[in-house]
């Protein structure tokens, strides 16, 4: 309301009062004439200012019953809300002569000689252009985490992205996007004006593409009344088609070539992600002829190998657990230091579990190699019809930023071993309580 109060006011003091508005900054004289690319670039520079209405449409679940009569209302009073704004302040800028510059908006030059820079509405209009600001990087937060959401569930992007946080909301997205936010600053150094052109051709291409879809749509289903449907989104697909081209050619060198790159990077990467999760699901897939194996206890035996660093409770507990699977157990010891091992073997033959401990010397000093090596030694000398559990202790500390001050080695041993398909890995907790 702010602002259009400052349309108004600032026609009527000119209209008629016939007050002489005094420039703030000096108009630059004109390079040359109107040419056909100059228009152009107006013309692109003008349709990234009217982005941002798609966020009606994409909120249509939001609104109440009949929603979408609601979202018609509400797109119709933001069409002339924007009108305007955008139209008054467009004449604002002739009458008042307020130029482009980097260290005060065209909004605040107009303010400034409307109300007089140090007025109250001054600061009015400077916070009310924040806070208008801070609710269109928001719509991005409510849109883009969603649409991650339904892209992830048609297998396109990771399924990490279908998942909801501690509010209800999709914090995976959220945090990728405002990771991909503060990249984009910082490459650009914060320079809105450099980042426009990659979020016009965005937009547009999505505007291109979603008024196609529905001409497609139409065209297929042939519902009543769909002829005069297909040719609104079609006008508007050739439209929309058009401005792309436009933004695409004069802002190519500003920065729109990036977009014009990644996109189809991007659709690659989604169709690839796709095949993956595909192949997966096929490899995954049961049929109803396929049986649990019969077991005979007599001929299959399991085998555990509990690998040992230091006697303590971690390990009794991962040893106690060994036992309730299988009477064969190895406890193995990867030596990287003779005096280290020499005491883990006396205190094992005082503690006395009566079962011997197997010692294997590593030259290079590779703990997880060795172990990997010999387990995987193992379970070629057991066999294909034998079971072979690796079951590892593993500290678990209440406070996250405690875990680097604790090695990973199980970590690290678990993702090599994932990799074989006879072996199952068992992690066994302990809590270190703080």
Request: proline share 4%; with cysteine; glycine share 6%.
């Amino acid at each position: 309301m702010s602002i259009i109060a400052m349309i108004i006011i600032g026609i009527v003091k000119v209209k008629v009062f016939g007050i002489t508005p005094v420039p703030i900054l000096s108009v630059p004289q004109a390079a040359g004439d109107i040419t056909l690319l100059l228009f152009l670039i107006a013309f692109a520079s003008g349709c990234t200012g009217l982005t941002g209405v798609e966020a009606v449409s994409n909120g249509i679940p939001s609104f109440k019953t009949p929603a979408q009569k609601n979202a018609k209302t509400v797109l119709s009073l933001l069409a002339l809300l924007v009108f305007i704004i955008f139209g008054g302040i467009s004449f604002l800028s002739t009458l008042y002569h307020a130029v482009p510059n980097s260290q005060i908006t065209v909004v605040a030059q107009i303010a400034a000689q409307v109300f007089g820079q140090n007025a109250i509405m001054f600061y009015v209009i400077q916070v009310t252009t924040a806070i208008i600001l801070i609710m269109a990087a928001n719509t991005a937060y409510a849109g883009l985490p969603l649409l991650f959401a339904l892209m992830a569930h048609d297998g396109y992007i990771p399924r990490q992205f279908t998942k909801r946080g501690k509010r209800l909301s999709f914090s995976n997205g959220i945090v990728v996007l405002s990771v991909c936010a503060c990249l984009l600053v910082i490459m650009f150094k914060g320079d809105t004006h450099l980042l426009m052109p990659l979020y016009a051709v965005g937009v547009f291409i999505s505007f291109t593409l979603s008024q196609f879809g529905m001409f497609t749509k139409w065209r297929r289903e042939k519902s009543h009344g769909w002829k005069h449907k297909a040719l609104i989104n079609g006008f508007g697909a050739v439209v929309t088609f058009i401005t792309v081209i436009i933004i695409g050619y004069t802002k190519f060198k500003d920065g729109a070539w990036i977009v014009l790159i990644l996109i189809p990077i991007l659709v690659y990467l989604m169709y690839r992600v796709r095949e993956h999760y595909k192949i997966v699901a096929l490899q995954l897939k049961l049929s109803l002829n396929e049986k649990p194996k019969p077991m005979n206890y007599d001929e299959q035996k399991r085998y555990v190998i509990v690998p040992i660093d230091t006697l303590n409770k971690a390990f009794l507990k991962a040893f106690n657990y060994a036992r309730t699977l299988s009477e064969n157990i190895i406890v193995i010891h990867v030596s990287v230091d003779d005096e280290v091992t020499s005491k883990l073997m006396k205190k094992w033959q005082e503690y006395n579990l009566g079962i011997p401990l197997v010692v294997k010397k590593s030259p290079y000093r590779d703990t997880i190699k060795t172990l990997v090596k010999f387990i995987e030694n193992e379970e070629i000398l057991f066999g294909e019809k034998n079971t072979l559990t690796v079951v590892l202790p593993q500290f678990v500390v209440e406070k996250k930023w405690q875990n680097i001050l604790h090695n990973q080695t199980t970590m690290f041993i678990v993702g090599l071993l994932l990799k074989r398909r006879n072996i199952a890995v068992v992690m066994v907790p302990y809590l270190i309580k703080y």
